[in-house]
């Protein structure tokens, strides 16, 4: 999954949870389907608590888990 800011076309979202782990970002994504986890790679923009997002799905990495 992959975030980008908000308008950039995709899934809309607001980050529920941001945290730093160095080498990527873990964030937990608000949208209307439901709570996302997303591990971002340490290359994409940083987005803070309360941020709007888009959200996009690379279907080359993308992994589905049942909660």
């Not at 080498?23 to 290359?43: K, N, Q």
């Not at 959200?55 to 990495?61: E, S, T, Y």
């Amino acid at each position: 999954i992959t975030v980008s800011p908000e308008g950039a076309g995709g899934l809309p979202g607001r980050v529920a949870k941001a945290t730093y782990m160095g080498s990527h970002m873990e964030y937990t994504i608000a949208t209307g389907l439901g709570d996302l986890f997303v591990v971002a790679p340490g290359r994409q923009v940083r987005c803070g608590v309360g941020q709007a997002v888009s959200l996009g799905f690379d279907p080359g990495g993308l992994a589905l888990v049942k909660p």
